[in-house]
């Protein structure tokens, strides 16, 4: 267990030899925070603060992760009608502004400045690659939790006491899947994250969202869209990316 993005992230792995997976943990500890890194909203060597800092029109080189977390981000925009959008308001710039090209050197071109905090989802893509670390190393199951979002894989099935909106606890059960949970006005935010905001149309009155999916990255951003939007674009989503709601 340490201390990453606000929270603490934990880390179990089975392998052949107790070597083996000490050092994937190890690997693994050291994915999560690279993700963290490049995409904290204000760090100064992050690729979200390198876009936020260029001139429209310039070209910015992305990492994977950062890459990986915007194409998703883009993505789910387009099928929420523009509902989920990791860019602030502070800026006149939108998800959907962003030109990315992928390949061995990823970027980004910002058409409209930007101002991106993606504290709601890179936690989640966090947690996954902390996953994939420990299946290249030769780990058969394993278990990475960063609090409230929690990713099983292999032959590990856990059943996990979830924490509703009042003070109650509830098992779910969890086979090489994900959970994430998110709060509204969360009081343990980490500082720098600023939130989601509700894009054309009335705030739900949602306060506190589950979604299972099959990798953390998605429950993570699907638990937005169960907080920020209606019902009926919420279950269409969740159906889209095979998830559930848990709460």
Same mark, same amino acid.
């Given at each position: ?29 050291? @994915? $999560? ?9 204000? @760090? ?5 603060? @390198? ?128 959970? $994430? ?7 343990? $935010? ?58």
């Amino acid at each position: 267990m340490r201390i990453e993005m606000g929270t603490t992230l934990v880390i179990e792995a089975r392998a052949p030899y107790p070597a083996q997976a000490g050092a994937a943990v190890e690997a693994a500890f050291a @994915a $999560a925070a690279e993700v963290a890194r490049r995409l904290h909203p204000e @760090a100064p060597d992050s690729d979200l603060a @390198a876009l936020g800092d260029a001139v429209p029109g310039t070209p910015v080189p992305l990492s994977a992760a950062a890459f990986a977390v915007l194409s998703f981000a883009q993505r789910l925009s387009r099928m929420s009608d523009g509902l989920f959008d990791p860019c602030l308001p502070t800026q006149p710039g939108r998800i959907g502004d962003l030109e990315l090209h992928g390949g061995e050197a990823p970027l980004a071109i910002a058409h409209r400045p930007v101002e991106i905090d993606c504290g709601g989802i890179a936690k989640g893509y966090a947690v996954d690659a902390a996953v994939e670390t420990l299946r290249s190393a030769g780990c058969s199951a394993g278990l990475v939790n960063a609090g409230g979002d929690l990713r099983v894989f292999g032959a590990l099935a856990e059943t996990l006491l979830l924490r509703g909106p009042g003070t109650g606890y509830r098992p779910v059960a969890l086979a090489d899947a994900a959970v $994430a949970v998110s709060e509204a006005h969360a009081s343990r $935010a980490p500082p720098g994250h600023r939130g989601y905001y509700v894009r054309g149309g009335a705030a739900s009155p949602r306060r506190y969202a589950a979604v299972r999916a099959r990798d953390c990255l998605t429950a993570d951003a699907l638990t937005k869209c169960v907080l920020l939007g209606p019902a009926t674009l919420s279950a269409a989503l969740l159906e889209a990316f095979d998830a559930a709601s848990l709460g």
